[in-house]
C-alpha cells in the first residue's frame, strides 16, 4: 500500500510532465507560467502542446501555456 505522500509524489510527477514543468513548481508559493510542450512521459491522451492549462495542488497554480501567446509571462505578473 503507498503512503499519502508517495502518491502526492507520483501525482507531481506525472502533472510535471504533463505541463511541462519541475515537480516542485506545483510546491512553490509563487505562481509560474512555462511553455506547452509535449513530452515522452506525458499522458499519451493528452493533445499536447496545451493552448491553456492550469493546475494547482493548492499552493499556487503552474500554467501550461502554448509558445504563440507573446508575452504572456509579463502580462500574469
Known sequence: ???????LS???AQ???????GPSDFL???NKVVISAR????????VLPFC?????YGN???ASV???IPNLADEVK
Not at 500500500?1 to 502518491?7: A, D, G, K, R
Not at 502533472?15 to 514543468?21: E, K, L, P, Q, T
Not at 513530452?39 to 493528452?46: F, G, I, Q, V
Request: charged share 30%; net charge negative; hydrophobic share 35%.
Open 1 to 7: 500500500m503507498m503512503t499519502n505522500q508517495e502518491i
Open 10 to 12: 507520483v501525482a507531481l
Open 15 to 21: 502533472s510535471a510532465a504533463d505541463s511541462n514543468c
Open 28 to 30: 512553490s508559493d509563487k
Open 39 to 46: 513530452r515522452d512521459d506525458a499522458r499519451k491522451y493528452l
Open 52 to 56: 491553456c492549462d492550469l493546475t494547482s
Open 60 to 62: 499556487n497554480i503552474v
Open 66 to 68: 502554448s509558445g504563440e
